[in-house]
């Protein structure tokens, strides 16, 4: 039997359209994975990966995101949540909306789909997988993407759960526990900028009342990713993970909608999945 490869999308809002270039790089030359995990906009990404949708993805950062519908403060003064995810893993992605996942094509795929959330009121990590979805069921996607504050929990059975890097931003120990042998680790920022912490503290004190547990992880989500990155990069040095990370962002941040820099930021994923090639091929050190 040959090698098991996986490969992780961080996700990072917008700058998700990094991550969605590679893929549909590897998508074009027919790279593909055993297994994939996704968290928040990763997820996203990686359920067009393993559906066979090419330039999916794309029109939903550079299209459908620029719609009030899909993020306005209008969303957030009437629902509490500045992002619809019902929008856009719901009308837009079900059957009969204007970019559908191919399910058929995604439950036929052999690679194995894994999408990360928080649990809202511990704060542990829930793995999803591809078996919690279905047809015009994408819910995973939601609770993986809930981005503390800026959106509510989103509730499945009754649990509701948070964006999935509160619990496990960068997931590569999860691939190689799964049994990966080498791991692709997509990053949205640049693999040697350590993450600040930003708004997060500031986001923490806005859900602390209700869920005190996953405010105190958001307020250390980012040394969370800053020791993700660190391993990733510890694997990278044994050759057993490969990290693959924008030179830098085109001035995109997580809630970035102009087309312009966003598109810059996609045409970089396309020519640096060419290093997925090689580092497949055993070329890449």
Not at 177 to 190: H, I, N, S, Y
Not at 239 to 254: K, N, W, Y
Request: net charge positive; hydrophobic share 40%; glycine share 10%.
């Amino acid at each position: 039997m040959g090698e098991r490869i996986g490969v992780v999308d961080v996700g990072g809002g917008f700058r998700g359209i990094y991550a969605a270039g590679v893929l549909d790089y590897c998508l074009a030359n027919s790279i593909r994975f055993d297994l994939g995990i996704g968290v928040s906009a990763g997820s996203a990404n990686l359920a067009s990966f393993v559906a066979g949708q090419r330039e999916r993805n794309l029109a939903f950062y550079t299209k459908y995101g620029l719609r009030k519908q899909y993020a306005s403060l209008g969303n957030f003064l009437r629902t509490g949540s500045y992002i619809d995810l019902d929008y856009v893993y719901g009308t837009l992605s079900n059957t009969g909306g204007e970019s559908p996942v191919d399910y058929d094509a995604l439950v036929r795929n052999p690679m194995e789909l894994i999408v990360v959330a928080a649990e809202a009121v511990s704060g542990e990590a829930k793995y999803f997988t591809k078996a919690d979805i279905g047809r015009d069921n994408y819910d995973i996607c939601k609770a993986s993407s809930a981005i503390p504050f800026v959106c509510k929990p989103y509730a499945i059975d009754g649990i509701a759960y948070f964006d999935g890097a509160l619990a496990d931003p960068v997931p590569v120990e999860k691939a190689f526990e799964l049994g990966c042998d080498r791991v692709v680790v997509l990053l949205t920022k640049p693999a040697g900028v350590p993450r600040q912490p930003g708004k997060d503290p500031l986001f923490a004190r806005g859900i602390q009342r209700k869920y005190p547990v996953a405010a105190e992880k958001l307020r250390h989500r980012a040394d969370a990713y800053n020791a993700g990155v660190a391993r990733a990069r510890e694997y990278a040095a044994q050759g057993r993970a490969l990290i693959v990370s924008p030179d830098d962002t085109c001035g995109v941040s997580t809630l970035t909608r102009d087309p312009e820099p966003l598109m810059r930021l996609y045409r970089k994923g396309l020519k640096d999945g060419e290093r997925i090639q090689a580092f497949l091929s055993g070329k890449s050190s």
